[in-house]
């Protein structure tokens, strides 16, 4: 579990890396995001039958900073349009 925390931190501040621009994100968004993209990351690579969901390969943690890098472009969207929208 705590591997699997580590793991998602680590493609969490991979994805804020690769993703141009200034997130406004904190490091519990970033770990969070960077967890569901490890766990989309593990379910595509084991539908892909590369390995288990909890298993961590090559294929999956590609597919989870390709994931966490769109769900960080959605939280930025999210967060910006409620922001416009309380002003």
Do not use: C, H
Not at 10 to 25: S, T, V
Not at 65 to 85: D, Q
Request: charged share 15%; hydrophobic share 60%; proline share 1%.
């Amino acid at each position: 579990m705590i591997g699997f925390i580590v793991a998602g931190l680590i493609i969490g501040a991979l994805a804020r890396l690769i993703k141009p621009g200034r997130q406004n994100l904190g490091i519990l968004a970033t770990l969070l995001l960077g967890l569901a993209g490890s766990v989309i990351g593990g379910t595509i690579a084991n539908l892909l039958d590369t390995g288990d969901i909890f298993e961590l390969n090559v294929l999956g943690f590609i597919i989870a900073v390709v994931a966490s890098v769109l769900l960080i472009g959605i939280a930025e969207a999210l967060t910006a349009r409620y922001r416009r929208a309380t002003r």
